[in-house]
């Protein structure tokens, strides 16, 4: 419950109105890490896919490893940014 009343109280924000729909994406624009969620909504795909993707017998592994901490699965923005940037070239 208190969730919803935080996400109101940002959505109703002056200053954030014009970004409703995208507070998630305001939230770890800066991180430099990014677990499973953020990674799956910076891609805009399924957090099924990523998991899939980094496992032991991935069929098609994904191209950025990631960091194990404290349980905690990481991946760093400045190289998926730069995997991302390589889609161009």
Known sequence: MAEK???KNLSSCPLLSEFE???P???FRNA????????AHYLRIS????????????KN???????????????D?????AWVES???
């Open 5 to 7: 009343e935080n996400q």
């Open 21 to 23: 729909g995208e507070l």
């Open 25 to 27: 994406g305001l939230l």
């Open 32 to 39: 430099r890490w990014l677990n499973i969620a953020d990674l």
């Open 47 to 58: 957090k099924r896919t990523i998991y899939n993707r980094i496992g032991k017998n991935a």
């Open 61 to 75: 592994p994904f191209p950025v490893r990631p960091r194990r901490s404290g349980g905690m699965i990481l991946f």
């Open 77 to 81: 923005r400045k190289e998926i940014d």
């Open 87 to 89: 889609w161009n070239r």
